[in-house]
């Protein structure tokens, strides 16, 4: 089956991982399939693939075991602990403590078969009984494994306060045992332990303890949990910032699991990895793990390991646009399946795909019997949340729904909180009413949806979970806007997006599982909260708290496009600088809202009436017009229109009379345009302001320019490598620099990642502008995010880890980063976003760069003149990129904006 659409959907698909709208944090719960070693001998293990006892932290987003929470799981490789008789059997076979031992075993292993069914509310008061009978024997050993299986399955259910309870319970035991500990019981509470703490982003002391736990099973001769243990540092290295020794921590692990002999523990293992790497956003590498495992798998004819990666590699396909083969692959996920729950997992995917691709006559022909194939399904965690996923799918149709009456549907809805609350899976049962709600929105049954949507937001507070409280709050908000109320719907945005803050500093903030939701389930909070503040009339306060909020969804983007918290809030724009105005456009559905903001005075508002399409369609015709075939007459006009939504009104108030400096807060599809082309009918805005981007307030750090202690690392490759063109004027434009700023340059083939690495981070030098000379590509995808060096492509995480080494005090951060033969993804309208995200993690305070590719030669012209100029007195950076631009403007050859405009410094101005 292929899917076609129009192009508008390709960016879709990649913002969509396996959920729907709704489903940021349901489909957290959906792991790789947990597979856990049991050693009946020390040397031959015996892989259980459904063991509670957890190795190796798991990506949420590429999952669909039955063993889920949201944000541990397993995937390989966990000794478990072998019981501790220590009775003498037969003589005391019969006598009531080794009843009672008997008993404990009972429940520890009545608890793993729960956890297996996905049923974590009764495995966890399994293994609460477990834990009681071996502290009444006072059995040390069976009560701290008690506490830490009891700990993973609180984990499952996101309480995460009893859970640390539990396994802090368990570590005291083993400290004060009279008797000595097995190391292989150490190294698994001690990996449960280190798993609770990366979840509740405690990222350097689980890493700590994982290598502790490493030690532990190297005591034990454990290979395999030493592979589990070495993944997830790897991931907590992630977390932490070091891509570097995260990468190279991986890239070893690949080699030692190439040389395992035992296929199935190199099948298992290239699970976790390509888990991990997908992770750290390497997707071709995690391509190369999960295909690598699926060869294994076919080799050894293990069909429920074929579906399961199949699975996995169709969620890697949708991230890297691919969602044919997406589909290819949960087909055949499907036809391989060997349980039910398997089969209606992958179908719930395809059905969510043939929905975004707008083929909704595919997802009509499957939506009945994939109803009644989740009501045939065993209640569990697993067929819980493919319910709901299911559910958020259609809720995406436009009602009716032919062959599928909203009644049933309705019903189906109602049996799947029934059976959440029965399994005591209160998230579940809080995204499922979140779902009803939906449903009766989509009905317009108004009191009804909002009666609903309050009990999820109750069992959100009551959960505390930022992630459920937004949606739910949302959606209230929204009834009630639609109802007319709107102070409460004011009241139930805030809320919401009080909740999205709050998790920025949570492992949520960087959870690749909410992803796909940034437009869907978060930017609609931040845009519609301004609409309604932006009413009529607005106050000042609503003008400022509208600042505000768009400076939350910048923050948002760029967390979102990280996968982490980014920085954390700094000075305010307007306080930098007295001679600038910074400007906020906003794109509503019915109008152009233009805020300005100066130091010392009131904020302005402008508001332009014009259908967001039609303001789409403004934008897209200043982008062609800057192509240099277009003709003058119809060039200016274009960016004309552009000149008359953005500037005008504001120009004809004088609001720009005392400023020199624009800097523009960009939103939409206004960052593709370069604002210094934009032409008044005359002139061009660069003629008469210098220009400046910043990605928001809250991300600028404050750093006065002093150009005469411009100290540079120079670097360029003007050769032909890996596949990319030759730049014949680097060499003369590095040359160049260096000269005028006394750098050794690094030209070709000794521009690698260790000499950049070695001249930034040189002790001896004070290093604050950086000039990359190089092919790259910014991207609204993270690894399509680079820069080229000799030695290959320089993943963004990388270059940001490798220029913010040095960075202990202010005055060691890089002053200004030059990329000057970069451009932006192309067919990728939200391409700019990479830029923005390199010159934030950069930690450079100001970053300089080409939107589009252009002639080497004019790249080098400009630059040698902003050189120039930079070493001027009182001379700010954006000034001196304006006066390179302005030579360019009246030098022939160069005048026409496709050639000067694309270089943007994006940051501090001064």
């Not at 640390?164 to 400290?175: A, E, V």
């Not at 030692?256 to 790497?277: E, F, H, R």
């Not at 559905?589 to 005075?601: I, M, N, T, Y």
Request: hydrophobic residues 40%; neutral net charge.
């Amino acid at each position: 089956m292929m899917l076609s659409c129009p192009k508008k959907y390709s960016r879709r698909l990649s913002r969509w991982l396996s959920g729907g709208l709704g489903l940021v944090s349901l489909s957290m719960v959906l792991w790789l399939q947990p597979v856990v070693a049991q050693m009946s001998t020390p040397t031959k293990p015996n892989l259980d693939p459904t063991d509670p006892a957890i190795a190796v932290v798991q990506n949420p987003t590429l999952s669909q075991s039955s063993l889920s929470s949201r944000t541990a799981s397993a995937d390989a490789t966990l000794q478990i602990p072998v019981l501790t008789q220590d009775l003498s059997p037969p003589a005391l076979n019969r006598s009531p403590q080794a009843q009672a031992f008997a008993q404990g075993l009972a429940k520890l292993t009545e608890g793993r078969q729960f956890y297996r069914a996905g049923r974590f509310g009764e495995a966890i008061a399994a293994w609460q009984m477990a834990t009681q009978i071996y502290h009444d024997l006072e059995n040390t050993s069976n009560e701290a494994l008690s506490l830490s299986y009891l700990a993973l399955g609180q984990q499952a259910l996101n309480q995460w306060d009893t859970a640390k309870q539990s396994i802090d319970r368990s570590i005291q035991l083993l400290k004060t045992a009279n008797t000595k500990v097995e190391a292989r019981l150490w190294a698994q509470v001690l990996n449960t332990k280190a798993q609770l703490l990366l979840n509740t982003n405690q990222a350097d002391t689980a890493l700590e303890l994982w290598q502790q736990a490493q030690k532990y099973y190297e005591m034990a001769n454990d290979s395999i949990g030493q592979l589990g243990t070495q993944i997830n540092q790897a991931q907590a290295l992630q977390q932490l910032g070091f891509y570097r020794r995260a990468k190279q921590q991986l890239e070893a692990l690949m080699q030692t699991l190439a040389n395992n002999p035992n296929d199935q523990v190199k099948m298992v293992g290239l699970q976790s990895a390509g888990n991990a790497w997908y992770s750290a956003g390497y997707y071709q590498d995690a391509k190369t793990s999960f295909t690598l495992a699926l060869d294994l798998a076919r080799q050894r004819q293990d069909e429920v390991a074929q579906s399961t990666i199949l699975l996995n590699l169709g969620q890697l396909a949708v991230q890297m646009d691919e969602p044919n083969r997406a589909l290819e692959h949960w087909e055949a996920a499907e036809k391989l399946a060997q349980t039910p729950l398997q089969k209606v997992q992958a179908q719930v995917k395809q059905i969510r795909l043939m929905i975004e691709y707008d083929r909704q006559d595919l997802a009509l022909q499957l939506a009945p019997q994939l109803l009644q194939a989740h009501r045939n399904l065993p209640p569990s965690h697993a067929s819980l949340y493919s319910a709901v996923n299911f559910v958020a799918s259609l809720n995406r149709l436009t009602p009716p729904i032919p062959g599928l009456p909203t009644q049933d549907l309705q019903k189906f809805t109602e049996e799947t909180i029934q059976v959440a609350h029965q399994l005591r899976d209160t998230q579940a049962e809080a995204y499922a009413l979140n779902e009803l709600a939906r449903l009766y929105a989509n009905h317009q049954q108004w009191q009804d949806a909002a009666k609903i949507a309050q009990q999820a937001l109750t069992l959100a507070r009551q959960l505390n979970s930022p992630s459920l409280t937004s949606q739910s709050a949302w959606q209230l908000g929204l009834l009630h806007q639609k109802q007319g109320n709107r102070s409460k719907a004011i009241q139930f945005y805030e809320e919401a997006v009080q909740a999205l803050q709050s998790m920025r500093g949570d492992l949520v903030a960087m959870n690749p599982d909410i992803q796909f939701s940034l437009r869907e389930s978060v930017e609609p909070v931040y845009r519609q909260l301004i609409e309604l503040l932006l009413e009529e009339q607005p106050s000042q306060a609503a003008l400022q708290r509208s600042r505000e909020l768009i400076e939350a969804l910048k923050v948002a983007e760029l967390d979102n496009f990280f996968r982490e918290a980014c920085l954390e809030t700094v000075k305010q724009i307007d306080q930098l600088d007295p001679r600038a105005t910074v400007i906020y456009p906003m794109i509503l559905p019915d109008r152009l809202v233009v805020l300005l903001s100066q130091s010392g005075q009131p904020m302005r508002y402008y508001s332009v009436s014009k259908k967001q399409s039609e303001i789409d369609r403004t934008i897209t015709d200043a982008l062609a017009a800057l192509n240099p075939v277009t003709g003058k007459q119809a060039r200016i006009q274009a960016l004309q229109a552009l000149y008359d939504l953005l500037i005008r009104p504001a120009e004809t108030d004088q609001a720009f009379k005392n400023t020199d400096t624009l800097v523009f807060v960009l939103d939409g599809k206004f960052q593709n345009i370069p604002m210094a082309a934009l032409h008044d009918g005359k002139q061009y805005l660069i003629e008469k302001y210098a220009v400046a981007l910043s990605p928001g307030m809250q991300l600028l750090p404050s750093q006065k320019w002093s150009p005469q202690q411009l100290q540079a690392v120079v670097a360029g490759i003007s050769q032909s490598r890996n596949g990319f063109i030759p730049l014949p004027a680097v060499e003369q434009e590095v040359a160049s620099i260096a000269t005028a700023t006394g750098a050794a340059p690094l030209v070709n083939q000794n521009f690698t990642r260790q000499a950049l690495t070695d001249q930034v981070q040189d002790p001896e030098k004070s290093v604050n502008v950086v000039h990359l000379a190089t092919h790259g590509q910014f991207s609204s995808r993270l690894d399509e995010t680079f820069l080229l060096t000799w030695d290959g492509p320089l993943n963004i995480k990388e270059l940001s880890e490798l220029l913010k080494a040095r960075e202990g005090t202010t005055d060691q951060a890089i002053n200004l980063l030059v990329l000057s033969a970069c451009e932006t993804a192309a067919g990728d309208d939200r391409s700019v976003l990479g830029l923005a995200g390199l010159a934030v993690k950069s930690g450079a305070r100001s970053t300089v760069a080409s939107l589009w590719p252009v002639k080497d030669k004019v790249a080098s012209r400009l630059m040698k003149i902003f050189y120039q100029q930079l070493k001027q007195p009182q001379m700010t950076k954006a000034e001196a990129l304006r006066q390179a631009q302005l030579e360019l403007i009246r030098e022939t050859d160069f005048k026409h904006p496709f050639f000067w405009s694309s270089f943007v410094i994006v940051g501090h101005w001064q």
